[in-house]
């Protein structure tokens, strides 16, 4: 799948969205990628985590276990997984850290690889990896759909998206008049309370 064809399946679900948004790492941008509506689409999400296994595959070799961060990253995290044929897990905030719950374990000999869905600063990524680093001396590498840094963020560990974007991203008191002039949603989950 290529690049155009992954925004394709976000601007035919109308998840490509355009004005002023308020991003979960605090940052504002004129996009704003509403990967749930992607994601309530079964068949739109198989297509594109089914192409993100493959360049998984491809990078990675065979993987045993998925991570994802909690909460949107469970849907790509578990569609990931069923095409490499790998488990799934996922990692949850308790007291401000992600940890695993609900019984999930990492065997000693899996080959972990955490999936993303959407990186901007890597911020939610880079806990994820201090997390499962904690627990796995295994931890490949990470996948996400969309990496909207440009490929510049940094994890520490090496990572494939399914398309880079250099969308711009700016401090809340940096912004260019035009998205002064547009009042700020703040469409994300990281504010949710458990």
Known sequence: MTEDEVLAEFRA????????????????SPVFLQKMFVFQDPARTARLCQALAKKIESRFGKIDVV????????VPGYE???HLGAKAIFVEREEGR???????????????????????????????????S?????????ACL?????????LGIPYVALATLDI?????????PELAAIPPIKPGSRALKA
């Open 13 to 28: 679900a109308g998840a490509l969205l355009e004005g002023h948004f308020i991003l979960s790492s605090g940052l504002r």
């Open 67 to 74: 991570v994802s961060p909690a909460v949107g990253g469970i």
């Open 80 to 82: 990931t997984a069923r």
């Open 98 to 132: 992600f940890q695993l719950r609900r019984g999930f374990t990492i065997p000693d000999d899996a080959k972990v690889l955490i999936v993303e869905d959407i990186i901007t600063t890597g911020l939610s990524s880079r806990e994820c990896i201090e997390s499962i």
């Open 134 to 142: 904690s627990l796995t001396k295994n931890l490949v590498g990470e």
């Open 146 to 154: 969309i990496d909207r840094s440009g490929g510049k963020a940094d």
């Open 168 to 176: 711009p991203t700016y401090p809340a008191d940096q912004l260019p």
